[in-house]
T-cell receptor, first 114, second 110 residues
């Protein structure tokens, strides 16, 4: 159980365009979704926390207008990187919670902005 | 804010050797997790610890939740080439996001 599907796994986009990353919980419902970002040779850093049907809570330094999070259902959350710039190139990972203690991670999306 | 430290930062070992790495925190946690991440992939859970003093094994891996709730260690016995990767510890308190350590990069020499 607790299967997570995240896609795309890799995406290359031009500067100024937007990219949407999807995260689906396939066999459970996730009321809370965490989105992390990982730069090369660094650890995972929390970007935002979203609860189904509510606005996401963003960590300090993460622009909410740039990283749009939608968590409209218990099985799907999306992260849209708007007007992407090369400095947004990173590895983005979703982490839906299942139950009170279940923590899973998507396989990640490697974004490269050229 | 909460910070985690992992040591060593990196290690090179011979195949067959045992490995030990640890994680310390500036504050207490209720849950400790150990993950392994391969290049280009998301983290994969190895062991979850929910109680101070808990010692849990998963095959050749053994992890312990420190009594003070501010530390944890991970041991790998009889390492094999596929153990290569980055090992992250992560801690949290119920319902909250995880704080990740900076990782320990393990290289296994044949």
């Amino acid at each position: 159980g607790a299967v997570v599907s995240q896609h795309p796994s890799r995406v290359i986009c031009k500067s100024g365009t937007s990219v949407k990353i999807e995260c689906r919980s396939l066999d459970f419902q996730a009321t809370t979704m965490f989105w992390y970002r990982q730069f090369p040779k660094q650890s995972l850093m929390l970007m935002a926390t979203s609860n189904e049907g509510s606005k996401a809570t963003y960590e300090q330094g993460v622009e909410k207008d740039k990283f749009l999070i939608n968590h409209a259902s218990l099985t799907l959350s999306t992260l849209t990187v708007t007007s992407a710039h090369p400095e947004d190139s990173s590895f983005y990972i979703c982490s839906p919670m299942h139950g009170n203690y279940g923590y899973t991670f998507g396989s990640g999306t490697r974004l490269t902005v050229v | 804010g909460q910070q985690l430290n992992q040591s060593p930062q990196s290690m090179f070992i011979q195949e067959g050797e045992d490995v030990s790495m640890n994680c310390t925190s500036s504050s207490i946690f209720n849950t400790w997790l150990w993950y392994k991440q391969d290049p280009g992939e998301g983290p994969v859970l190895l062991i979850a610890l929910y109680k101070a003093g808990e010692l849990t094994s998963n095959g050749r891996l053994t992890a312990q939740f420190g009594i003070t709730r501010k530390d944890s260690f991970l041991n790998i016995s009889a390492s094999i080439p596929s153990d290569v990767g980055i090992y992250f510890c992560a801690g949290n308190n119920y319902g909250q996001n995880f704080v990740f350590g900076p990782g320990t990069r393990l290289s296994v020499l044949p």
